[in-house]
């Protein structure tokens, strides 16, 4: 629960500021319009006519409108990314404004309200590909904006209400997908230890670093590898693994089967050499390989001491839990789970490589290809 | 009493949702090594929700109580999450697009079906 905070982006925060005030600036902006519209004002009166005349659809997608605009406006407050931005930011948001104020007048916004928001969540997702990490806010404001968009085209043409649906459901897709493949891709391209805190949440949960427990990080770091590597030279047979309690928690055959151990879970020790949490092999064509473990945390939500600094970052996973049949799936960038599946959060981890990749023993993961052909060669892992 | 289309919002929601349930199962079937048997029953709850969708606008009684109580197992779905997270082996992540679609969006279909089966 700890981590909402983690997910915004401080560059976003401005933007969700104005989004939560906007409720409150529309309610008092409509108290102005209402008092202006007693005294005679055209336009005011036209707007309170045209909002009590409003339907469902139509009063929703001006708040959303709303919402949109708030967060375009606040943009700038927060990415100073230059003027070419801050202008497209300003535009977008203005834009919105003005949608709102043509839908409450009765007037067409549907066409260019679809428009608007399928530019703005290209150009949010060509940001993310050109680097920008993908967060909360961010995210929040891409659902907002299908909200609006399956609004203005869903109800506009009921004879094409499929085809209508079609298009929103895949434009949803087509977003959700592309943003978690960048948000893999930036996770897995060794963002470890840099500013990098996987502000999606979408299967990886990133705390920031803390303080390094020691004067020298670098040094505990390289400590820590050097006895792991000689603490599990014991375990290069995964049949001393089994016989030390270790068993596999999935298929016994893979290029990364975890073996745990329960009682290793259970004894409280934490970052232990001699008695990590799981092992890790590659077991293929009758080779098995050690190539590394995973020291977890006894508590979920518990962070992991800083042994080594940024170099030993920990991380969790966010996960769906699913029965039908049992396994698990990672927490979407929308925030949700498949349908009879449940969202849980495991302990803090970390991998320690014994084979010496060449990411370093600290890496999120190891290559698949890299992985093969040291099985195929028959490297040692210690 | 005037009709104001609660019933075109909720389901534009509900096909919003059965998207979002679409990247969830590519999720599932990508961590689970490709295994397409992981991609029936999420791919069922979308087509439920499509469903519902599809005759909530026609403002049927049964769809607009069914999308009710759907939403609201998704609710309390969410909060045995949330207390499942006190356990200590398990944790929750509550972050914003996840509290706006796993909250929000349930809450605004019930409070949207609700509001149509009295103008009904």
């Keep these: ?382 | 009493m005037t009709k104001r289309r609660h019933e075109v919002v909720a389901h534009a929601l509900l096909v919003l949702q059965g998207g979002f349930g679409i990247v969830a199962a590519l999720g599932m079937v990508v961590v689970m090594g490709g295994n397409l048997a992981y991609a029936p029953v999420p791919l069922l709850g979308c087509v439920l929700l499509f469903t519902l969708a599809g005759f909530v606008t026609r403002r049927r009684r049964w769809a607009l109580i069914a999308a009710i109580v759907v939403e609201g197992l998704a609710l309390a779905g969410w909060l045995l999450q949330a207390f499942a997270g006190a356990l200590p082996q398990i944790d929750f992540t509550a972050n914003l697009v996840g509290l706006l679609t796993t909250v929000c969006l349930p809450g605004c279909v019930i409070v949207l079906c609700a509001r149509t089966l009295a103008e009904r």
């Design chain 1, 1 to 382: 629960m700890s981590d909402f905070g983690i997910g915004i982006a401080p560059a976003h925060a401005a933007a969700l500021g104005c989004a939560l005030v906007t409720p409150l600036l529309a309610v008092l902006g409509w108290r102005i319009v209402q008092a202006r519209a007693r005294l005679g004002f055209p336009l005011a009166r036209r707007l309170r006519t045209g909002w009590a005349a409003a339907d469902a659809p139509v009063r929703w997608a001006v708040w959303l409108l709303l919402l949109t605009g708030a967060v375009h406006l606040g943009l700038p407050l927060g990415h100073v990314d230059g003027a070419p931005l801050a202008v497209g930011f300003l535009t977008s948001g203005v834009g919105c404004g003005w949608l709102a104020l043509r839908a409450i007048l009765g007037r067409r916004w549907r066409g260019a309200a679809v428009a608007l928001v399928t530019a703005m969540l290209v150009a949010y997702t060509v940001s993310v590909i050109n680097g920008e990490e993908v967060d909360q806010v961010g995210l929040a404001a891409a659902v907002v904006e299908l909200a609006l968009l399956t609004l203005a085209i869903v109800p506009a043409r009921p004879r094409r209400r499929s085809l209508a649906n079609i298009g929103a459901v895949g434009l949803a897709v087509l977003f959700g997908s592309a943003t978690w493949a960048v948000f893999v891709a930036g996770h897995g391209d060794g963002h470890h230890g840099g500013p990098f805190l996987a502000r999606a949440q979408a299967g990886v949960v990133l705390r920031p670093d803390p303080p390094p427990a020691t004067p020298d990080p670098q040094r505990a770091a390289a400590l820590l590898a050097e006895r792991t590597k000689a603490a599990t030279v014991r375990y290069r047979d995964p049949a001393v693994a089994r016989a030390a309690g270790f068993a596999a928690t999935g298929r016994p055959e893979g290029l990364q089967v975890h073996f745990e151990s329960k009682a290793n879970q259970r004894d409280d020790r934490i970052v232990d050499p001699e008695r990590p949490e799981m092992l890790v092999y590659a077991i293929e064509g009758g080779r098995a390989l050690l190539l590394g473990v995973v020291f977890q945390m006894p508590v979920a939500g518990a962070r992991g001491p800083a042994v080594g600094g940024t170099a030993t970052r920990w991380h969790a996973h966010n996960l769906c839990f699913g029965l039908l049949p049992p396994g698990f799936g990672a927490v979407s960038p929308y925030g949700t789970c498949p349908f009879l599946t449940v969202s849980i959060t495991t302990a803090e981890m970390m991998h320690v490589w014994v084979v010496d990749p060449p990411e370093g023993p600290y890496a999120d993961g190891l290559n698949d290809a890299w992985v093969r052909t040291i099985l195929r060669d028959g490297r040692r892992s210690a």
